[in-house]
């Protein structure tokens, strides 16, 4: 038991959980539709993670048939904490696709980011969700020519998935090659810098959420 | 969906269905067809069970002209050449399918863009080659939503006698051709009046009113 009850789970568990409270309290209405999608993801995710109890052989055995060790301690923490980290990226990138590109990019600017460097994180934020949408026109499409993909064998499957990641591929660089069009007819990387005129103005919420954020951070050094 | 079709455009002609504006059909079947399927199987898609969407698209082709289309391989004919392949649910064509892309690509004028890449066409060429993909799947009905949109009056003209020459087509390739309907509108005579008066086409083109 001392593999699932380590003080190593702490601060992930603790992110994650902070993560988890941030969605609650931003969405609310929206909270049961996260609990569905963490739900899916993770039961996907999970499955990857216990990969780990085959190629991680160290550590205690904790379950094995007749003499053959299955699962070993090292093998679980490390699946455990795998899963976690994949959980907390997810609640991230939940809660970037929820955020208003240009509050995004106040933000950024204020917190002393370069232009470049915040317009280069935002379209690559804002490129998730499009690169879902275009994934579900994909599948539409290749339906939509009749293919019905339950019926395809196995290495049709993965000839349909390449086929629909040659599309988003194409797709995602037109939409790059668009929106850099569209931030240098705005001005954006001119040779004086472009300047953002508008602030964005710290609420009590932004320093507390800040406040908590550093204080796990530096609880995690100390531990 | 099909019962609906098959009454209001019995397969034995092709029709010219009059819009209003030129995204009509365009909206019709972007809410009855394309926003559906956003919402899971358990749904339906225009009378239909979203799960057999396959069966839908088997049977029916549609050239839009509001929707961007997707491609799935590196050149035009390998395009139409799994569109031909699609109806036996394979998904690449063979030697034999890609023989006869080439065919249908010289019967529209095109066949100069058979090696390249579809997403770097122009939005005519793109109709073009969307147009032939669509009928390369041989369905029952083709929907075009307004034919002349995009297209210089020679790339009319050319898709035009391909309509007109389809039956032939789909002798040369042993299946049978699709019942097109093309939206038109009224004041914009200069194309669809020719698809009424030619009297070498086996099938008659009949004008409707907009009933989707």
Redesign the interface.
């Known amino acids: 038991m001392w593999a699932i009850f380590d003080i190593r789970f702490m601060m992930p568990i603790l992110w994650l959980a902070f993560l988890c409270v941030l969605v609650a309290l931003t969405n609310p209405s929206e909270f049961s539709m996260f609990l569905r999608r963490f739900t899916q993801i993770g039961s996907l995710l999970l499955v990857m993670s216990l990969l780990q109890l085959i190629f991680r052989r160290e550590g205690k055995v904790l379950f094995a048939i007749g003499n053959f060790p299955l699962v070993f301690s090292e093998g679980l923490r490390e699946a455990i904490l795998l899963w976690i980290r994949f959980m907390i990226l997810f609640a991230l990138a939940y809660l970037f696709a929820r955020i208003s590109t240009f509050k995004f990019l106040l933000f950024s600017n204020k917190a002393g980011l370069s232009l470049n460097l915040s317009l280069l994180l935002l379209i690559t934020f804002k490129l998730i969700p499009f690169i879902v949408s275009e994934a579900?026109?994909?599948l539409?499409?290749?339906?939509?020519?009749?293919?019905?993909?339950s019926?395809?064998s196995l290495r049709?499957k993965v000839?349909?998935m390449r086929?629909?990641l040659?599309?988003l591929l194409?797709?995602s660089v037109?939409y790059v090659s668009y929106s850099a069009l569209a931030l240098e007819l705005r001005g954006y990387g001119a040779t004086n810098g472009g300047k953002i005129q508008q602030t964005y103005p710290l609420r009590v919420l932004d320093f507390g959420l800040m406040g908590l954020a550093l204080f796990l951070d530096i609880l995690g050094f100390l531990i | 969906m099909f019962t609906y079709l098959s009454k209001h455009f019995p397969r034995s002609h092709h029709y010219l269905v009059e819009e209003r504006r030129q995204d009509d059909i365009d909206n019709f079947f972007i809410e009855k067809l394309f926003d559906p399927f956003g919402k899971g199987s358990k749904h339906t898609i225009w009378g239909e069970q979203a799960r057999e969407f396959s069966i839908i698209g088997s049977r029916l082709g549609w050239v839009p002209d509001h929707v961007q289309v997707v491609f799935f391989r590196e050149t035009v004919e390998h395009e139409i050449a799994d569109a031909l392949a699609s109806k036996q649910n394979r998904l690449v064509g063979e030697e034999n399918e890609i023989e006869q892309a080439r065919f249908l690509l010289e019967q529209i004028g095109i066949s100069d863009l058979s090696g390249q890449n579809p997403y770097f066409l122009s939005q005519g060429e793109t109709k073009l080659v969307w147009f032939l993909s669509q009928w390369a799947k041989l369905p029952d009905y083709l929907v075009i939503s307004y034919l002349p949109a995009g297209l210089s009056q020679q790339r009319i003209n050319r898709l035009l006698a391909f309509l007109l020459n389809s039956e032939k087509m789909a002798d040369f390739l042993k299946v049978s051709s699709p019942t097109f309907v093309l939206g038109y509108l009224d004041h914009d005579k200069r194309w669809y009046e020719n698809l009424i008066s030619e009297p070498n086409s086996k099938s008659r083109w009949i004008k409707r009113n907009f009933i989707f």
């Open positions: 579900k026109k994909g539409w499409f290749l339906r939509f020519r009749g293919i019905n993909i019926n395809l049709d000839l349909a086929q629909l040659f599309c194409m797709r037109d």
